[in-house]
């Protein structure tokens, strides 16, 4: 597995056929001066597996099988960063429906306040309107009695002058 990593990272090999999922791979390189071939399998960028052939048959046969561990594992990670990012997005939108509970919570508040407000006004007018209405049959009363001071005192006047004669 030394002689192999020490080729990778020479860049001695050609690369045929190449399986990445997150972060683990599937390789398949040709060494063309030996005319032979490497299958490598890589977790987190470190070799983790190699094999080398002569027999390109044997080495894709490998090749698959190590495909088949990369995908294999690869879904499970594949399964946790969707299930992370659904939480996340779960997530903001719980932050938001709370705001919205909280903005309709105090909206309601606020219209419960103005509600009472627009009630109690409603009281004061209508006992202000009364209050006017009974002043307002007073003032007639008076004026009323007034006026007929007026009338029968005018009378009165009229009766003390004397009489012009033509």
Do not use: W
């Not at 938001?96 to 509970?101: G, T």
Request: one cysteine or more; charged letters at 30%; proline letters at 1%.
């Amino acid at each position: 597995m030394a002689a192999i990593s020490q080729l990778i990272e020479m860049k001695a090999l050609t690369s045929f056929r190449l399986l990445q999922c997150f972060d683990y791979s599937a390789n398949l390189f040709f060494d063309e001066n030996e005319l032979t071939y490497y299958v490598t399998l890589h977790q987190d960028t470190a070799l983790s597996r190699a094999l080398k052939t002569i027999d390109l048959a044997s080495a894709e046969s490998v090749f698959l099988g190590f495909e088949q561990q990369v995908k294999r594992l690869a879904a499970s990670v594949a399964r946790c960063v969707q299930l992370e990012a659904e939480n996340r997005r779960l997530a903001r939108l719980v932050a938001q429906s709370e705001a919205e509970f909280e903005r309709l919570r105090e909206n309601l508040r606020e219209e419960s306040a103005q509600a009472r407000s627009i009630t109690a006004r409603e009281r004061q007018v209508r006992k202000d309107v009364t209050q006017l209405e009974v002043q307002r049959v007073a003032t007639q009363a008076y004026l009323g009695r007034m006026r007929r001071e007026i009338q029968r005192l005018t009378l009165i006047s009229k009766q003390r002058l004397p009489r012009l004669s033509s």
